[in-house]
């Protein structure tokens, strides 16, 4: 079985990096959440390595796969697949209405 090897020069390193910043993939989001930051990084080097060389498609590539990195993302610690059997609680189901009535007694 044959092995390719590919090369990285680091000016195109560099880019990369670069381009996972951007979209907010920094060393936070290592720290937080490694598997998240490993996936983007993955992400736009099998891009680059397919050709995709240009930092605007890199960073378009990256946000319509994954989406931006950062507090506005929502994590994964809740986790919504027990609900799928279950069905959500009411107070997930009707919030507004879960607030008013909770409010009046």
């Known amino acids: 079985?044959?092995?390719?090897?590919?090369?990285?020069?680091?000016s195109d390193f560099?880019?990369?990096?670069?381009?996972?910043?951007?979209?907010?993939?920094?060393v936070s989001v290592l720290v937080e959440?490694?598997?998240?930051f490993n996936t983007a990084a993955l992400l736009v080097t099998k891009l680059f390595l397919s050709g995709v060389d240009s930092r605007s498609?890199?960073?378009a590539k990256l946000e319509c796969q994954l989406g931006r990195a950062g507090k506005h993302r929502?994590?994964?610690?809740l986790s919504l697949s027990r609900?799928?059997?279950?069905?959500?609680?009411i107070e997930l189901?009707?919030?507004?209405?879960?607030?008013?009535?909770?409010?009046a007694n």
């Open 1 to 10: 079985m044959s092995s390719i090897e590919y090369k990285i020069s680091p």
């Open 14 to 26: 560099e880019m990369i990096r670069s381009v996972l910043d951007d979209a907010g993939y920094d």
């Open 33 to 36: 959440d490694q598997s998240l």
């Open 57 to 59: 498609a890199l960073s």
């Open 74 to 77: 929502q994590s994964c610690g």
């Open 83 to 89: 609900y799928a059997i279950q069905g959500l609680p």
């Open 93 to 103: 189901q009707f919030p507004h209405a879960y607030k008013s009535s909770t409010v």
